[in-house]
């Protein structure tokens, strides 16, 4: 029963493991670019989203998912496929930002925070389901 229950989630271990480091990623690069360097909110959350994506891809493709993609087509494909899915939660996490802390002013860092855990269950589902999906 174990040995199912670890095929069927064991990529769960390893994504929220990542998933964390990617969201600290994701936050330090934020703090760092609209703190120190007065960047706007936006575009700090956008440098810190391009970093965290590729931080991701890279953990998410070798160690999370284990992608068997192997050829450049296949990796380039793949690597789309990351990005464009990703993409999708990238604006939710910025017109989160811009609504709840331009708009709303409420506490960046606690928005930032709270953004990233629904970006994280939602990029979960996207690169289990349509990214790295197992070939029949």
Request: proline fraction near 3%; glycine fraction near 6%.
């Amino acid at each position: 029963m174990i040995k199912k229950l670890l095929a069927k989630y064991g990529d769960m271990i390893p994504y929220a493991i990542f998933g964390v480091l990617t969201t600290l990623v994701n936050i330090v690069v934020y703090w760092l670019c609209a703190h120190p360097l007065g960047i706007p909110t936006v575009p700090s959350t956008v440098i810190a989203w391009v970093l965290a994506v590729l931080f991701a891809y890279v953990t998410n493709r070798k160690w999370v998912f284990h992608s068997k993609a192997v050829t450049r087509q296949e990796i380039i494909r793949e690597g789309i496929s990351f990005y464009l899915c990703r993409l999708g939660t990238g604006v939710l996490d910025w017109l989160g930002m811009y609504v709840m802390v331009d708009v709303l002013h409420w506490n960046d860092l606690i928005v930032k925070i709270a953004v990233n855990i629904v970006v994280i269950i939602l990029n979960y589902v996207a690169s289990k389901l349509i990214v790295f999906r197992k070939k029949a």
